[in-house]
C-alpha cells in the first residue's frame, strides 16, 4: 500500500515560514490534499490539487508537489496556525485514500 | 448550508457489533462520493471507506470485510456497519463528503462521533 511520511512536529516562530513535507514514492504524479486539525475539531482543508486555496483560507497557506515531496508552506505564521497538518493522496491502485502521520506545527 | 452529523452508541464491547450514522443536510448524498475517516485517540487520521455516487463501495485493509458503508437516499443519510469489533477500533469516526476529480478531497466533515470498544 502507498505511504505517506511526515516528520513528527515542525516548530517555528511567530512572523516566520513554515514548511511540512510530505513524502511518498513519485508523489509528484499524484495530487496532494492538506488538512489542518486543532485540537478536539474536525479537520479542515486548507490546501487541494497541491496548491489550491479553498475559499477562506489565508493566501499565507500555499503548497507545491514535485519529485518524491509535497510541501505545505505557511508564510508569516500566527499563533492560530498551531495544529496538526495531514497530507492525503488517493492511490489509484488500490482505489484507497491515504493520510500522512501528521505533523504537529507549535508556534513558539 | 452543508452539514454532517454523525451519530452512534458510543461504547461497545470487542467482538460486538454497531451501526454509525452520518444525517447529510444541504446537498444529496447520491451525488457525492462519501467517506468515513477515523481518529484513535492521539493518533493521526485513518481513512476507514468510501462509497462512490454509482454505489461501489471500497475499504481499508484494517477493516476489510468486517465493514460496510452504506445510504439511505430517502433519509439523506450515510451509515458505518462494523462488526466484530476490536479495541484498536476505538477512535473518533468523522463522515466526510469527497468532492473534485482523481479521488477527490474532503471539503466538508462533520463533528465525529466517539467508540470506544472494551468490555
Known amino acids: 500500500s502507498y505511504v505517506l511520511t511526515q516528520p513528527p512536529s515542525v516548530s517555528v516562530a511567530p512572523g516566520q515560514t513554515a514548511r511540512i513535507t510530505c513524502g511518498g514514492n513519485n508523489i509528484g504524479t499524484k495530487s496532494v490534499h492538506w488538512y489542518q486539525q486543532k485540537p478536539g475539531q474536525a479537520p479542515v482543508l486548507v490546501i487541494n490539487y497541491d496548491s489550491d486555496r479553498p475559499s477562506g483560507i489565508p493566501e499565507r497557506f500555499s503548497g507545491s508537489n514535485s519529485g518524491n515531496t509535497a510541501t505545505l508552506t505557511i508564510r508569516w505564521v500566527e499563533a492560530g496556525d498551531e495544529a496538526d497538518y495531514y497530507c492525503?493522496?488517493?492511490?489509484?491502485?488500490?482505489?484507497?485514500?491515504?493520510f500522512g502521520s501528521g505533523t504537529k506545527v507549535t508556534v513558539l | 448550508e452543508v452539514q454532517l452529523v454523525e451519530t452512534g452508541p458510543g461504547l461497545v464491547q470487542p467482538g460486538g457489533s454497531l451501526r454509525l450514522s452520518c444525517a447529510a443536510s444541504?446537498?444529496?448524498?447520491?451525488?457525492?462520493?462519501m467517506s468515513w475517516v477515523r481518529q484513535a485517540p492521539g493518533k493521526g487520521l485513518e481513512w476507514v471507506s468510501t462509497?462512490?455516487?454509482?454505489?461501489?463501495?471500497y475499504y481499508a485493509d484494517s477493516v476489510k470485510g468486517r465493514v460496510t458503508i452504506s445510504r439511505d437516499t430517502s433519509k439523506n443519510t450515510l451509515y458505518l456497519q462494523m462488526n466484530s469489533l476490536r479495541v484498536e477500533d476505538t477512535a473518533v469516526y468523522y463522515c466526510?463528503?469527497?468532492?473534485?476529480?482523481?479521488?477527490?478531497?474532503?471539503?466538508?466533515w462533520g463533528q465525529g462521533t466517539l467508540v470506544t470498544v472494551s468490555s
Open positions: 466526510a463528503r469527497l468532492m473534485g476529480d482523481g479521488g477527490g478531497y474532503n471539503d466538508y
Open positions: 462509497i462512490y455516487n454509482l454505489g461501489g463501495t
Open positions: 492525503q493522496v488517493y492511490d489509484s491502485r488500490s482505489d484507497h485514500r491515504v
Open positions: 444541504g446537498f444529496p448524498i447520491t451525488n457525492y462520493y
